[in-house]
């Protein structure tokens, strides 16, 4: 097994990131397999839901930047392919085929919230840390998260985060609609579970209702994939223009 953990438990599929010596932070290659781990979930039809955390307390730092060089070509063949990896993990989750519930602990930061976003509902910590982040490291937002956060927290709460820095904790999380229900960490994984092993009981019709709810609620104004898309070549030109870490 990778970083991406798969366990299976009453019909819920726990996908856990684990790459406890950068709080979490996603690869490339952890992209990949957590498509490939999506892909396992969805041919399973005993699966009914799933539950995505991050392993020792932390839910996902962001992208793992020890790979990062400065002011490289963001258009470079496997440069362009790397960034897409993670960004298309983001959309392979939100393309699962069953009801998904994120257990958010510690930080979720960048594509730590992409993830996070892309799941149907978040059980957080009272004490998480929610931060866009992009601007704060001289980068433009990625991965479609204005489309993403704005879908669920409308354009305000969306503005204070991605373009002012705020950051949010999980009762603010609940407050401005990102989350569903803030707890003491120790209890989050057990709720998260508990939501997740209850839509789980009939995963035939789990899968058939969470279709429909997200086809009837409809996409935002801007699809999630061409946001992906429209930001990331922003996100490109902000990567180049960095001269250090």
Known sequence: MGEIKLERTDGVAVITVDSPEVKNALTPDMGKELVAVCDEV???????????????????????????????????????????AVYGAFVRVGQLQVPT???????????GLNLMLATDLRIV?????????????GLHPGGGYFTLSGRLAGREATAAMGLFGEEVDGAGAVRIGLAWQALPAEQVDARALELA??????????????????????????SWPVALEFERATQMWSQRRRTSQ
């Open 42 to 84: 969805d041919a399973d039809p005993e699966i009914g839901a799933a539950v995505v955390r991050g392993a020792n307390g932390t839910f996902c730092s962001g992208a793992d930047r020890r790979r990062w060089k400065p002011g490289r070509d963001q258009t470079e063949d496997s440069t362009y392919r790397a960034s897409g």
């Open 125 to 137: 910590a009272e004490n998480a840390r929610i931060i866009s982040g992009f601007l704060k490291i």
């Open 101 to 111: 519930v994120a257990a958010v602990q510690g930080a979720a930061v960048g594509a």
């Open 197 to 222: 092993t209850q839509a789980a009981k009939d995963p035939a019709l789990a899968r058939e209702a969470v279709r429909s709810f997200r086809s009837e609620l409809g996409p935002p104004a801007v």
